[in-house]
């Protein structure tokens, strides 16, 4: 729904009204109840409601979502060893990986 500005011609009241589009424009003004209440021109005003997007959903950019996604596994080795053993699975000499 949006928000119109209205303001009193004759005593200056202004007052901002969240409307809808079909509803009828207001014509008295709520202080003085002379009929010079009038819609003014300003920006556009909306209201956000209920769950959506919003602009700090992805303040921390592409890189923070594709780390999140695939986290490292903690069992694989980080680098390939130099001297495999005979089996092919495990270290025969010194490596330079952490174990």
């Known amino acids: 729904m949006p928000i119109y500005a209205y303001r009193c011609e004759a005593c200056g009241f202004q ?13 008295d003004c709520p202080s003085c109840g002379k009929p010079s209440f009038a819609k ?7 209201q956000l409601k209920g769950s959506g997007w919003y602009v700090t959903d992805f303040r921390g950019g592409a890189s923070s ?3 999140s996604a695939a986290p490292a596994k903690a069992d694989a080795p980080a680098a390939a060893c ?5 089996s092919g699975t495990g270290c025969a000499g010194p490596c330079s990986t952490a174990s």
């Open 15 to 27: 007052k901002d009204v969240l409307q809808k589009l079909s509803d009828a424009p207001l014509t």
């Open 40 to 46: 003014q021109v300003t920006a556009a005003g909306f």
């Open 65 to 67: 979502a594709s780390s």
């Open 82 to 86: 130099a001297t495999p053993d005979a």
